[in-house]
């Protein structure tokens, strides 16, 4: 009967879709209630400008603006960014949706400014990132009345849902600034030389010149002005979806579907994650979006009325029109100051406020403040036309469960305001793992009404205090006992004190807590506490608090940041090699037509595959039931180690993995099987059906130790040897022995992991389109397991979004996997491994352990070192001991230790197999290294400065595996780095803010580095490459290297372009692939340049001389390219070369004979600046400047955006990006052996806050380099590791804190210094009430 009623109304609904993209009206008919936009966009309308990152609306990728009338009376469009990954297609009926491919486009020479400026200021290196970041900032453009008034700061705020793991944002930043009208205030000095180049400050000016008068933008069509919502009912195959615009029509609704037979849904931020992740299934969706009475927003004398169904974006400005602290006493501020760092604008312009109310998140940002401020929830229903009030404080129930009947509606939020009469102070606080776009650790609400007992002599007593605070329990929860306790006490520290204890007893935390950091979150509780008390002390008197305690008061102001690019005069011989070429797919990456893997189109027939993964560490397979899912609609097989025509055993170096797993899972997320279907959705589905069972087996190993402890390691230990360190550390003045752990680190390329395997039936080839740095490999071991020769397949490579070592080995057993699929059916395949997924199959960084003893004299100079060094390999060899050897060779990093010994051993575990990553091991030897220097500093009371210039190598000193230095820049790096950036002038400058400053921190710290260039593998010392002349003048070159965005083939195409004298524009690389190209070596080491830059000179000089040999016959010596070319042709020379480099006098590692050789040492020195909140470990990197010598540079450009973006990993390696791992020990809240920080929304890498406000980069002058093609030097993974200079300025921060307290004591920072790694250093009553027996030695738990 209910059903019925229901289905009469929605009769009388439209049942359809219309709306606009770019400008072209789209009547859709037939959809699926649960396609995301993005999916819509990208598979239905074939615009994959658009990009999948993360699918959870953690990276921006995906974001498109949605435009929309909202009052057709004046005609007002609200513009909204919006990420397609979450938003429902069905959310767009009656928008205009303008994605990338709207603004302009390469092949119609009509870029909109945004476009051609990202790309001309090298703001796009592998360009996945890119459309999504030209649509935020065209949507902040757009909605601003009047672009004109943009300034420099609602740039850098509106990009804060968008991340980039290339470029470090500095480029980017300046390419938006541009728009900006307010530009000429950057602070950067115009350079003195007019050879030098400060791009930030010329290049910036040089655009603003150009500026019109108002931006163009894509037009709204005239349809939608006139465009009145209408209810919509659409029914789906699986689910239905209604929209009604009444409120009476969707009380109604909720009325006829109560509880589980329907959701209510606005923004969709929430639910998606649900349905997506965690697999919760709604039969019919409600969407309240369109529901007038949800979206009214009054002030009346009483009170702040908030609809439920306004946007988080609308409600932040009505706030601000409203904010008056004399009249609310700060709640407006309260919530602004809490929208402002909550999620992201993409999110915010769609998320409701009713959605985060009901969403019962125990770490929702507002409810804290909500609750803190008394608010009482209106809800309503039909049934007796009720309208209920709850008080927020009896609404929630339990974890995720609120005092709501199945049938009711949150209609608004009331929120009373103070009596004027009342001294009445409210306040909000969020402390979270990253500044921009992620949840809080802990929030708080804090609200406390006070009386005057003697305000003369500031006394004032209690009225009234709510406490509330996020991740203190399953719910928002309020410290009732505490504030009952409070009333009638005076507004004193000790007060504030005893309510810190309360409070800590009334809300405990323990090790099971979910998200763990428990000691960290009882802390903050307190730091919170704390900085309101003060905060209200300053606001009843200003000179009721001591002025170096203010620094607790307020955050941090951060203003806007700015960068400086210093590149030497280059050498007037080269006409392309040397020049800043743009990155030759920059154009296509910011109008979005640069296609990747995933953006390729299928080829009929085409079925899509999903990984079936293991869920337990270390297990043997009893059964694989397929049952259920071979009944979903589309299935087609199950593909297991069974189906594998030729060897199931595979892996890089050593083989000593599966294919599919046939029996034993030795990690979660192993490989077990591949379902194929006929569509991706079909596909997961399916895969998520498949029952596995499995008899779990001992031990399981998950760290470091345990694999110590059961003696679980991979290969024999390695030792290298240089004196006699024994002997050395036996007569020292001094030693000291300490251990360091280093956490892993996510490659987090913005592009996963995906591949296309297409099968020739007819000649048993195989061509394989895979998003993998290593072709050939991929080749060879596809080929093993189809049991077929490798002339056979073909692997294909035309560009990645981002690879950073995470492509060079594990990307290849989900590609054979596929290609066995592929055989099987003999149809093409293809896989796209979403972002959760590929985080738990492809391994990371390694963790390390390492131990160190070293000897040193009173000066503090080192006479010897003995270190021993572990990582965590995870399950298989892969690349693990050659990890291991380049961190055995990097623990010198730029020091004389004159003895040493290094030992290392590989520790095998029941994790995924880590793997490469930028640096290979060297950033964790570089940071044990400099470790050690502090502690001997630290122990001789030394200024570590000191140290380290005392024990620099110096030219031609012999590092411990007995290779010379030559042509040795690191003195000289150092001394101009320390005047250039004027350290010691800084240094004073942070002693003095420091004793100002009593929560505040400073640290400022120097470093250098030198990396060793060459695989260590000496056969991979190798490249080929392959040019083809044709009759035009045209060049196609092909070489061994792939692009990932670190502008390989443009430096390629500038070599080719220089070698042949030709113009640059005839050269082009169209892909790299195995067929012309074999035996590639990966691209990786940062070697990919030299190897392949001398193969394609070696192909080229062969071509030239063959020209020149024409040119010195012909009379006419002013033959064009063209002409020249033609000759050739008619002559029959031949117009086509291979070339080849190996490189010379390289003896890899050869740790028998205690030796080891690199090419030559890319080297660098970096300062950082930090300023750090001591109380809850929040930081702002103030300046960095980093001095570089890349040789002569083949692109200055280029590889100024490879030191500003390696730098910015680093720094998120050191400092933010923190991998977890459920274990027995450490993080028993999450089940061992699985990865709890799986996407974007737990895993933080660096965002466009995390730049430092001022950002120099210098290039090395008069530095040439022999040894490398054109002088050059690499420079891919060189500059990482200058990220730990803010590292060492953080600990320092840190250290003047501790000194503060009364403790002097060397203290151990591991890494990541997270915030709350930092926050637990700077030990003091906070930290030693959260945990009482060991504040003052306390170390985070990790994954190691
Ligand atoms: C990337 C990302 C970042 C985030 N960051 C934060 C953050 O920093 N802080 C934070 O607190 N949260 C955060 N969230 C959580 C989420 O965005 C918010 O809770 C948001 O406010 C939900 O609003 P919505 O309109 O999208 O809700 P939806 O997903 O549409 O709905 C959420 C829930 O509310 C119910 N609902 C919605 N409207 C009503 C109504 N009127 N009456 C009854 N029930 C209703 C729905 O049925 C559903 O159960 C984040 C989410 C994502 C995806
Ligand atoms: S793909 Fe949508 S935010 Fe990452
Ligand atoms: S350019 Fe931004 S992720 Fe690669």
Redesign the pocket.
């Known amino acids: 009967m209910v059903n019925e009623t229901a289905h009469e109304s929605s009769s009388s609904m439209v049942n359809y879709l219309s709306f606009f993209v770019n400008g072209k009206k789209v009547i859709e008919h037939n959809v699926e209630p649960e396609w995301t936009l993005l999916w819509f966009l990208r598979n239905k309308l074939g615009l994959t400008g658009s990009k999948l990152g993360c699918g959870?609306?953690?990276c921006g990728a995906c974001t498109v603006l949605v435009s929309q009338c909202v009052d057709p009376d004046s005609g007002h469009i609200e513009h909204r960014t919006v990420?397609g990954c979450?938003a429902l297609v069905c959310s767009v009926d009656g928008c205009h949706v303008i994605t990338v491919e709207g603004l302009g486009s390469v092949s119609k020479s009509n870029l909109h400014p945004i476009q051609s400026r990202l790309a001309e200021m090298f703001g796009s290196q592998c360009g996945f990132c890119t459309p999504g970041i030209i649509m935020s900032l065209y949507g902040t453009i757009t909605s601003l009345p009047n672009s004109s008034s943009l300034t420099m700061h609602d740039i850098e705020e509106s990009l804060d849902?968008n991340l980039c793991r290339c470029t470090g944002y500095r480029p980017i930043l300046d390419a938006a600034k541009t728009f900006a009208k307010d530009i000429n205030q950057l602070p950067c000095k115009k350079s003195s030389t007019s050879k030098i180049t400060s791009t930030t400050f010329d290049k910036c000016h040089s655009f603003v010149e150009k500026n019109p008068s108002s931006l163009s933008q894509v037009e709204f069509p005239q349809e939608l002005l006139h465009y009145i919502p209408q209810s919509i009912y659409i029914k789906g195959s699986l689910i239905e979806w209604y929209r009604p615009v009444t409120l009476s029509e969707l009380l109604h609704l909720r009325h006829t579907y109560p509880g589980s037979a329907s959701?209510?849904?606005?923004?969709?931020?929430?639910?998606?994650?649900?349905t997506k992740f965690k697999r919760l299934k709604y039969p019919r969706l409600?969407a309240?979006t369109h529901?007038k009475e949800?979206k009214e927003m009054q002030r009346t004398a009483n009170s702040l009325i908030l609809g439920?169904?306004v946007?988080?974006t609308q409600l932040q400005s009505k706030l601000v029109e409203w904010n008056d602290e004399k009249i609310d006493g700060g709640i407006c501020q309260s919530l602004i100051d809490?929208l402002k760092?909550?999620?992201?604008t993409q999110?915010r312009n769609?998320?409701?406020?009713?959605?985060?109310?009901?969403?019962?998140?125990p770490?929702?940002?507002?409810?804290p403040v909500l609750q803190a401020a008394n608010t009482e929830l209106e809800?309503r229903r039909t049934k007796d036309n009720s309208v209920r009030f709850v008080s927020m404080h009896e609404f929630f129930l339990s974890y995720r469960r609120i005092a709501?009947t199945d049938d009711?509606?949150?209609?608004a939020v009331h929120i009373p305001l103070p009596k004027p009469s009342t001294k009445y102070f409210l306040r909000a606080y969020?402390q979270?793992r990253r500044r921009d776009?992620?949840?809080?650790i802990v929030?708080a609400g804090l609200q406390v009404q006070v009386e005057p007992v003697k305000s003369e002599v500031n006394q004032w007593r209690i009225v009234s205090a709510r406490f509330s605070f996020?991740g203190m329990g399953p719910t928002t929860v309020m410290a009732i006992n505490t504030q009952k306790e409070l009333i009638g006490q005076l507004w004193t520290k000790t007060v504030i004190v005893k309510a810190c204890q309360s409070a800590l007893k009334e809300l405990p935390l323990d090790e099971m807590t979910p998200g763990g950091q428990p000691e960290y979150r009882r802390t903050l509780l307190q730091s919170f506490m704390f900085k309101f008390y003060l905060y209200v002390c300053t606001k009843l008197r200003p000179s009721f608090v001591d002025e170096v305690d203010l620094s607790a008061v307020y955050p941090y102001d951060r203003p806007v940041s700015h960068g400086q690019q210093i590149i030497p005069e280059r050498s007037e011989s080269q006409k392309v090699v040397g020049t800043s070429l743009p990155h030759r797919s920059s154009y296509l990456q910011t109008t979005g037509e640069a296609k990747y893997t995933d953006d390729m189109p299928s080829l009929p027939g085409t079925l899509h595959a999903a990984l079936v993964l293991s869920t337990q560490p270390h297990a043997r397979i009893k059964n694989i039931d397929i049952g259920a899912a071979s009944h979903v609609p589309g299935f087609v097989t199950f593909v297991n180690h069974q189906d594998v025509p030729g060897r199931n055993d595979t892996g890089d170096m050593v083989q000593d993995e599966e294919v599919f797993i046939s029996s034993i899972v030795q990690c979660v997320g192993a490989i077990i099987g591949i379902v194929v279907c006929e569509t991706e959705a079909a596909a997961y589905t399916a895969a998520g059906l498949i029952q596995i069972e499995y008899e779990l087996l001992t031990p399981t190993i998950l760290t470091i130790e345990d694999a110590i402890q059961q003696e679980s390691f991979i290969g024999d230990e390695q030792r290298l040897r240089q004196g006699n360190p024994e002997k050395a550390l036996a007569e020292a003045e001094h030693t000291l022995t300490g251990t360091l752990f280093i956490g892993g680190q996510e490659h987090f390329y913005l592009e996963t992991n995906c591949c296309m395997a297409i099968p020739s039936n007819d000649d048993h080839e195989l061509t394989l389109y895979s998003s993998t740095q290593n072709p050939s490999k991929t080749q060879e071991l596809t080929a093993l397991a189809l049991g077929i020769d490798s002339n056979r397949v073909t692997c294909r490579i035309k560009r990645m979004g981002g690879a950073f070592g995470g492509k060079e080995s594990r990307s290849i057993t989900p590609c054979v996997a596929t290609a066995v699929a592929a055989v099987k059916v003999g149809r093409p395949v293809r896989l796209n491994m979403e972002r959760d997924i590929d985080m738990c199959v492809t391994g990371q960084r390694h963790p390390f352990k390492i131990d160190y003893n070293i000897g040193f004299t009173s000066e503090g100079r080192f006479s010897a070192l003995d270190v021993r060094l572990w990582n965590n390999a995870g399950c298989s060899f892969d690349l693990s001991m050659n990890v291991m050897v380049r961190a055995m060779l990097h623990i010198d990093n730029t020091y004389q230790f004159h003895n040493v010994q290094v030992r290392g051993r590989v520790c095998k575990t029941n994790l995924p197999s880590n793997t490469a990553f930028r640096g290979f091991g060297g950033p964790q030897a570089l940071l044990a290294c400099e470790t050690i220097v502090e502690h001997v500093a630290a122990h001789l009371k030394l200024d570590p400065f000191v140290v380290r210039r005392l024990n620099l190598y110096q030219e031609g000193d012999l590092t411990h595996f007995a290779q010379p230095l030559e042509r040795w820049n690191i003195p000289r790096l150092f001394d101009e780095l320390v005047k250039s950036s004027d350290f010691i002038e800084r240094q004073k400058s942070v002693e003095t803010f420091n004793k100002l400053n009593t929560y505040r921190k400073r640290g400022i710290t120097i470093l250098t580095t030198k990396f060793g260039i060459a695989f260590t593998a000496k056969f991979f010392n190798q490249a080929a490459a392959l040019v083809h002349i044709y009759k035009d003048g045209s060049v196609l070159l092909t070489h061994g290297g792939t692009e990932m965005g670190q502008g390989l083939h443009t430096k390629m195409i500038a070599i080719a372009a220089e070698a042949l004298g030709c113009d640059v524009n005839k050269v082009h690389i169209s892909d790299t692939s195995t067929d012309k190209v074999a035996n590639t070596s990966p691209t990786a080491a940062s070697v990919s340049s030299d190897l392949n830059g001398m193969a394609i000179q070696n192909a080229c000089e062969q071509i030239r001389q063959r020209l020149d040999a024409i040119r010195a016959r012909d009379s006419n010596s002013h033959l064009s390219w063209e002409d020249i070319v033609k000759r050739a042709y008619f002559e029959r020379v031949d117009l086509c070369a291979h070339g080849f480099y190996s490189a010379p006098d390289i003896i890899g590692a050869d740790f028998v004979n205690n030796r080891a050789s690199y090419n030559y040492f890319t080297q660098g020195a970096a300062v950082s600046e930090v300023e750090l909140d001591t109380l809850t470990g929040d930081w702002h990197l103030l300046r960095a400047d980093i001095l570089m010598d890349v040789g002569t540079s083949l692109n200055p450009q280029i590889d100024i955006g490879q030191i500003e973006g390696a730098f910015i990993q680093g720094l998120g390696l050191f400092t933010m990006e923190e991998l977890i791992y459920g274990d027995y020990t450490q993080h028993k809240w999450t089940k061992p052996g699985a990865l709890f920080t799986r996407g974007?929304?737990t895993y933080k890498i660096p965002s466009f806050s995390d730049v430092p406000l001022d950002m120099r980069v210098s290039l090395l002058s008069d530095a040439p380099n022999p040894l490398a093609i054109y002088s050059s030097k690499a420079i891919g993974e060189p500059p990482l590791f200058l990220g730990a200079s803010a590292f060492f300025a953080l600990k320092h921060a840190c250290i003047a804190y501790r000194e503060q307290q009364g403790l002097s004591d060397y203290f151990t920072l591991h890494s990541p210094a997270t915030v709350e790694r930092l926050r637990m250093a700077c030990a003091d009553e906070f930290t030693q009430r959260a945990c009482p027996k060991e504040h003052e030695t306390f170390q985070a738990r990790g994954s190691y």
């Open positions: 959870e609306g953690g990420n979450l849902g959701k209510l849904v606005f923004g969709n931020t929430e639910v998606q994650i649900e409600i309240v529901v949800l439920a169904g946007t988080l809490q760092y909550f999620a992201s999110i769609v998320a409701s406020l009713g959605g985060n109310v009901v969403n019962a998140s770490i929702s940002d507002l409810n809800l709501m009711e509606v949150l209609v969020k979270a776009d992620d949840i809080g929030s996020g974007p929304s």
